[in-house]
């Protein structure tokens, strides 16, 4: 007789932590709403209070965006290697290793080509939880290797961004892929190629500095950190108080950075949209 009223379980959200199970719950870091997991999965982690968007993988945005999940993986053997040796605390390759180990990917892009909507598309996706969604050699080789693959195809050219900048690890062999992979742009350019970027949380660093801003179309998730510098290092640098929702995607859009903030939701639909309205063969 009293069962009418008792909440179903997965409809139960809570922000006392005493409710809290390892792993099954996660926090919106915007509104401090706690979220059962399985609800963000099935919303492609989107808060259903605030809709705030969480940071996902590369793996995660090719299951939003490419028809059934299938696809081509472009340069899948190319890995980093440790040209400097480096060491700090721990060594590069260690770090490449646990890199690795905890994301099921080689290195911090996956490169692909896939279908949105049935159009084929080259897509180049990296991963923040990949160190920091590092640019090294190897990074800069895959999306290279993409780009050419576009060029050849004469298939229009998808980036999303998600990354610190240039991986210091690797030095002047890092920052020598800006150039790489903007000159392999400026090809694909002039051979009437379609390049949409869309930024996401974050794009920092030589990633911003370079290819993530030179698309024909710069699209950008709610609310997402981009830039080059860090706020805190432009505010010491400056001396002054920055404005409010600096250096994030509505302030971009604001300024004329950007073209169009895009919800999760909508981005393969508008994917579709400008690849068939800039004549895009099927």
């Known amino acids: 007789m009293t069962e009418w009223f008792r909440r179903q379980s997965a409809k139960i959200k809570t922000t006392d932590k005493l409710e809290i199970a390892e792993g099954m719950w996660l926090k919106c870091p915007k509104c401090q709403e706690v979220l059962y997991r399985k609800m963000l999965e099935e919303s492609h982690y989107i808060c259903t209070n605030c809709t705030h968007h969480f940071r996902i ?31 700090a605390t ?45 640019m090294g050699s190897a990074v800069g080789e895959k999306i290279s290797r993409a780009i050419d693959r576009a060029t050849d195809e004469q298939l229009p050219l998808v980036i999303i961004t998600a990354s610190g900048g240039a991986r210091m690890q690797e030095g002047a062999y890092s920052l020598m892929q800006m150039a790489k992979i903007c000159s392999k742009l400026a090809r694909y350019s002039e051979q009437g190629g379609l390049y949409i970027t869309i930024l996401t949380d974050p794009t920092m660093g030589g990633t911003t500095a370079s290819f993530a801003m030179l698309g024909d179309i710069i699209l950008a998730e709610p609310n997402a950190l981009i830039g ?24 971009l859009l604001e300024k004329g950075f950007i073209d169009r903030i895009v919800n999760r939701y909508e981005l393969k639909s508008t994917l579709s949209e400008l690849f068939n309205f800039f004549t895009v063969e099927k």
């Open 57 to 87: 993988n590369s793996d995660d945005y090719i299951q939003l965006l490419v028809d059934n999940g299938e696809y081509e993986e472009i340069a899948k053997d190319v890995y980093s290697t440790d040209p400097l040796n480096f060491q």
């Open 90 to 134: 721990k060594k590069y390759t260690e770090q490449i290793q646990d890199a690795q180990a905890k994301t099921g990917s080689i290195d911090a892009v996956k490169t692909l080509l896939g279908r949105v909507n049935g159009i084929q598309t080259i897509f180049a996706i990296m991963d923040f939880s990949f160190i920091g969604g590092s």
């Open 228 to 251: 080059f510098a860090g706020a805190r290092v432009i505010k010491q640098t400056i001396g002054e108080d920055l404005p409010v929702g600096f250096q994030r995607s509505e302030f």
